[in-house]
């Protein structure tokens, strides 16, 4: 984690031309707006370009930036949420300043297709790394030596980190947050935002699979939030059917078109996230978050939590707990 200092830890993202300014809001939202609520030094963040001035955004605005590569290369986390074009070299003045940033020492950050400015700098040489599944082939192809992993949300490598679409890249900065300042911030942070605190970087990217605006699927969506609300129950898929009226036959077909996964995994999924809570603000016995989150024996429990979360449950509390009174599970 970070440590209290009388200035904020300093963070630079690198806007581009053409650029969507959702891109650089999600960064801007995380690091940028103050948090003087938190009593911690937040993050100082500047928003920073190849060459300072304006630049075209995508709806015809215009950002205009003071601020250039030597500002991008002297911070101490540096944030790249895209590239112009996926099929470019990026050029030798960014490739400069990113392998100088990383030389020194900086956290290096990619979201989406920003991963193929890392990758042209050789900072992802050797290493696992994500981008947008729509990228995924194309970076493999370009950078043979980087590991690409399409079905992940983002990759921590410690100073290196990478993140998929866009939704994802609001996953990772959570993720830094919590690493620099605890779950507590973090949690905080994403109720602030209006979503998920967590969601482990290992959960496989969202492809398309849209749900059909029809009365089957919103059956299935009723009976997930049924579930939902009573996951320390035993729950099969012939209990999923009953709740949706549906054969099984006819409910897993529908599942699988509406998430893209099956009941089972999707649950097993859901449980594990239900107990990061208890792992972070209690002291309840892993054996009872097992069974209070509706797994069967603690065994199971952890088994399918390192494989969600690549950390086993008492791994996952040391690292999370808040550290707040204990108080007793539900």
């Not at 031309?17 to 960064?27: A, P, T």
């Not at 470019?88 to 956290?107: C, E, N, T, W």
């Not at 099984?248 to 599942?255: C, D």
Request: one cysteine or more; glycine letters at 8%.
């Amino acid at each position: 984690m970070l440590t209290v200092g009388s200035r904020g830890h300093t963070v630079a993202v690198l806007a581009f031309d053409g650029m969507s300014v959702f891109e650089v809001g999600i960064v801007t939202e995380v690091f940028g707006l103050p948090r003087p609520e938190f009593e911690v030094p937040w993050y100082d963040l500047t928003v920073c370009a190849a060459s300072p001035g304006p630049l075209r955004v995508v709806g015809g605005a215009t950002l205009h930036t003071g601020h250039g590569l030597d500002t991008f290369t002297a911070a101490e986390t540096l944030i790249v949420p895209g590239v112009p074009d996926v099929h470019a070299d990026p050029s030798p003045a960014l490739v400069a300043a990113l392998r100088a940033a990383h030389a020194r020492g900086a956290r290096i950050m990619s979201i989406c297709s920003g991963a193929f400015a890392l990758a042209g700098a050789g900072l992802l040489d050797g290493r696992r790394a994500t981008t947008h599944w729509r990228y995924a082939e194309t970076l493999r192809t370009r950078y043979p030596s980087v590991q690409v992993d399409a079905d992940v949300l983002y990759l921590d490598d410690g100073d290196v980190l990478t993140s998929a679409g866009s939704a994802a890249g609001l996953d990772l900065c959570l993720h830094v947050v919590r690493r620099d300042h605890g779950p507590a911030i973090a949690n905080a942070v994403a109720r602030r935002l209006v979503v998920q605190p967590h969601r482990d970087g290992g959960q496989a990217q969202f492809v398309e699979a849209p749900v059909a605006d029809d009365p089957e699927d919103t059956r299935v969506a009723r009976s997930m939030e049924w579930a939902l609300s009573h996951l320390a129950e035993p729950i099969t898929v012939a209990v999923l059917a009953g709740r949706a009226h549906m054969s099984t036959r006819t409910y897993l077909r529908h599942f699988a078109r509406a998430t893209g996964t099956t009941p089972i995994r999707w649950l097993i999924d859901r449980r594990v996230q239900a107990s990061l809570a208890l792992l972070e603000t209690t002291r309840t016995p892993v054996e009872t978050v097992a069974t209070t989150v509706g797994f069967e024996t603690a065994v199971t429990y952890r088994h399918h939590f390192a494989q969600v979360m690549r950390t086993s449950p008492s791994a996952y509390r040391r690292a999370f707990h808040t550290g707040r009174p204990e108080t007793a599970a539900p």
